[in-house]
T-cell receptor, first 109, second 115 residues
Framework: ELKVEQNPLFLSMQEGKNYTIYCNYS?????LYWYRQDPGKSLESLFVLLSNGAVKQEGRLMASLDTKARLSTLHITAAVHDLSATYFC?????????FGTGTSLTVIP | GAVVSQHPSWVICKSGTSVKIECRSL??????MFWYRQFPKQSLMLMAT?????????EQGVEKDKFLINHASLTLSTLTVTSAHPEDSSFYIC???????????FGAGTRLSVL
């Protein structure tokens, strides 16, 4: 059974600080996605990582993928309150998605 | 861009009744659609894979007779929760796999509350 684990599960941080969310998965995959979910809403696509070593950045968020280590990271730089949400990674294994446990992020002014 | 429309967005029903949820890909074709379930403060759980023109593939532990899936066209999949009970109350999200680029696009979700 494929497992996708995120760490941490909950994160509270002050504005202006940096932090990294980790996503470990247990099977071979070259496609990994990061999503954001606001309360009561569906998923918003953030990043699509399609190869080993892929790095993508959008604003204060940067995602990377190491397929050999089966690890993806989502780095937050100089957090702002608007980034408060739940973040999910998802591994594409044969066109089936397996979602991570989610990381609930709260940015405190 | 690729848009997936999910309807309704919120439904409240009485216990024992059936509820149908629609998932439409508006500007692309999708031979494969997925149905997920999400409990509060939890991750998404894949329920089933819906294949156009054939039977859906259900994940272990998901009752196929309770969660009926129909994928009659390249742009529409429906999920019917039959004889709904309060424990079926959840947030249901569909996604469609685009033939054009191979990515999944998600619907806005349906919040089901069974009284």
């Amino acid at each position: 059974e494929l497992k996708v684990e995120q760490n941490p599960l909950f994160l509270s941080m002050q504005e202006g600080k940096n932090y990294t969310i980790y996503c470990n998965y247990s099977t071979t995959s070259d496609r990994l996605y990061w999503y954001r979910q606001d309360p009561g809403k569906s998923l918003e696509s953030l990043f699509v990582l399609l190869s080993n070593g892929a790095v993508k950045q959008e604003g204060r968020l940067m995602a990377s993928l190491d397929t050999k280590a089966r690890l993806s990271t989502l780095h937050i730089t100089a957090a702002v309150h608007d980034l408060s949400a739940t973040y999910f990674c998802a591994v594409d294994a044969g066109n089936q998605f397996y979602f991570g446990t989610g990381t609930s992020l709260t940015v405190i002014p | 861009g690729a848009v997936v429309s999910q309807h309704p967005s919120w439904v409240i029903c009485k216990s024992g009744t059936s509820v149908k949820i629609e998932c439409r890909s508006l500007d692309f074709q999708a031979t494969t659609m997925f149905w997920y379930r999400q409990f509060p403060k939890q991750s998404l759980m894949l329920m089933a894979t819906s294949n156009e023109g054939s039977k859906a593939t259900y994940e272990q532990g998901v009752e196929k007779d309770k969660f009926l899936i129909n994928h009659a066209s390249l742009t529409l999949s429906t999920l019917t929760v039959t004889s709904a009970h309060p424990e079926d109350s959840s947030f249901y999200i569909c996604s469609a796999l685009s033939l054009r680029d191979g990515h999944q696009y998600f619907g806005a979700g349906t919040r089901l509350s069974v009284l």
